[in-house]
Structures are given as structure tokens and as C-alpha cells.
């Protein structure tokens, strides 16, 4: 029986058998109509939530957007400078606009706009959205919400808020101006493309918090979350994957390759 998805995401969902992949295991494989927000394909735990990472880009992009701090695809242009995030070298050492931001994935740039924003605006516009549980409020006693919330910190969301928010994005659905939404997804990249359908979609990657405060590296969480078109059809995608052992490679690219390795046999299984 299909499972209605409602614009905000509270569905509730069957657990199903979790596929497990050489070092990594699916957490979340959900695909949903984006403009009836049925969900089509439903497999693991889709409902607990767990930090955005860089999938948060997104609805930071219309965040921006509306707040007129983005004007277009390449406007803002900011300077990159010493002491901001340069951790994936060259591609984030250089002067950064909104296109760039989101081909690099860019973690300062998204600094800079989370603090023209503010956390007021920030929680204002998540909960609008129906983005997780909203909280900008960073690690606790840390004053650095606006630096890492989204980053295996205080802003957590689940898969189904994850489809839930892209279904309205997708539909020209948020509580925002059409032109918004489209500036918005005109930033979100193709991953790839499979038996006619084209997918566009942000990935995320990040590290779970041990007891001690340390980043667990063995076991990263990945994301690929986004849409598919393919002629009139639009549907909205979720992978959340999360691996057992250390890995050279991003879960956030990992994850997204496999989805779009798996799109044909999961659409195919929809008849579609």
C-alpha cells in the first residue's frame, strides 16, 4: 500500500531489510512522487534523523535566496581568506560565488551566509520548511551554531523531512516566491543520468560524535538527496548510507554513485 508523504515529512515508515554493501551499509533508500508526495520506494530507517551535513546547502541556497543575500547564480562572489575552512585545498582556496559553492561544496562560503543570516532567520526559515528539528544552536557551549550546526552538530533531519522538503521544493510548494525555488535549484548539480531520467542532487558527508567528543571516521555518515525528471514525471530521492570502517573516499560521493548505479532497477521495480 502506498504511504502518503506529507509536505512536511512527519509519514510514518516501515522498517524493511537493510541492504549491506562492502564497508558501508544503506541506512535510507526512499523515493516519493514529488507532486503527490507519495512515496513509491520506502527501505530501512528513514525516520530517525541525523546531522544534514552538506545536503543542508540547499535549503541554505533558498534560505539565501529569498533573504536577497543570493542574487544570482553568481552573486554574491566572496573573497576567500586566511583561516576559513580549507580543508579540500585549491577548490576552496579561491573567491567563491553561489555555482562554485555548491560544484565544491564549499564549507566557508556556507559560513559566511549562515552569519549574514543569523540564527533567528535560520530557525525561522527551517521551521517554515519543515527542515528537521531546526536547532542553529551548534555544540553545547561552544557559541559556534552559525560554524557547524548542520556539520555533525545541533541541526539534525530524517530522511522522510529530507524528501519532504526537496517534494515541495521540486512542486513550487514552499511558503516562498516561485523565483526563489527556481534560483535555487538552478545551483543543484546533475549526478548523472539512467534509463531517461536525469537526476540532480546534493551530497553530504560527516562524522558521528563519540563519547568523547571525537569524530568517529570509521563510520561517516553519506548522503545523496535530490530529484529526477524525466519528461513531465518529477520524483524526489533519498539515499542515507553509513559505513563500518574507514574509507578514502567521501560517503557523500559514495552514496550518490550508488544510487544513480541502482536507479534503474529501482525504477524499473515502480514500472516507470
Same mark, same amino acid.
Given at each position: ?24 551499509? +544503506? ?9 503527490t508526495r507519495t512515496v513509491l520506494h520506502q527501505e530501512g530507517d528513514c525516520e ?17 535566496? +529569498? ?27 579561491? +573567491? ?20 549574514m543570516l543569523g540564527a533567528e532567520k535560520l530557525t525561522a526559515y527551517a521551521q ?49 516566491s516561485a523565483a526563489v525555488m527556481a534560483g535555487a535549484m538552478e545551483l543543484v ?72 548505479? +541502482? ?10
Amino acid at each position: 500500500m502506498l504511504v502518503r508523504l506529507s509536505l512536511f515529512a512527519a509519514a510514518l515508515a516501515g522498517v524493511f531489510a537493510l541492504s549491506v554493501p562492502a564497508q558501508a551499509r +544503506d541506512i535510507c533508500t526512499l523515493i516519493a512522487d514529488a507532486a503527490t508526495r507519495t512515496v513509491l520506494h520506502q527501505e530501512g530507517d528513514c525516520e530517525t534523523r541525523v546531522t544534514p551535513a552538506s545536503t543542508f546547502k540547499v535549503a541554505l541556497a533558498v534560505m539565501a535566496y +529569498d533573504a536577497g543575500i543570493i542574487t544570482s547564480a553568481h552573486e554574491p562572489k566572496l573573497p576567500f581568506k586566511e583561516g576559513y575552512a580549507d580543508w579540500m585545498g585549491d577548490a576552496w582556496r579561491q +573567491d567563491t560565488d553561489p555555482t562554485m559553492w555548491m560544484v565544491n561544496s564549499t564549507v566557508w562560503y556556507s559560513q559566511r551566509l549562515a552569519e549574514m543570516l543569523g540564527a533567528e532567520k535560520l530557525t525561522a526559515y527551517a521551521q517554515k520548511f519543515g527542515y528537521g528539528n531546526a536547532d542553529f544552536s551548534g555544540d553545547p557551549g561552544r557559541n559556534n551554531g552559525l560554524e557547524r550546526s548542520w556539520i555533525s552538530s545541533s541541526l539534525k533531519i530524517s530522511p522522510l523531512e529530507q524528501a519532504g522538503f526537496v517534494a515541495a521544493l521540486v512542486d513550487g510548494k514552499l511558503p516562498i516566491s516561485a523565483a526563489v525555488m527556481a534560483g535555487a535549484m538552478e545551483l543543484v548539480q546533475q549526478g548523472g543520468a539512467s534509463e531517461g531520467w536525469t537526476l540532480r542532487g546534493k551530497t553530504g558527508s560527516a562524522y558521528p560524535r563519540q563519547a568523547d567528543g571525537n569524530f568517529d571516521r570509521a563510520r561517516g555518515w553519506g548522503w545523496y538527496v535530490g530529484w529526477a525528471e524525466k519528461g513531465d514525471q518529477k520524483l524526489v530521492f533519498v539515499r542515507l548510507a553509513q559505513d563500518e570502517q574507514r574509507h578514502q573516499v567521501s560517503g557523500g560521493l559514495r552514496a550518490r554513485d550508488e544510487l544513480v548505479e +541502482d536507479w534503474a532497477g529501482l525504477v524499473g521495480g515502480l514500472g516507470l
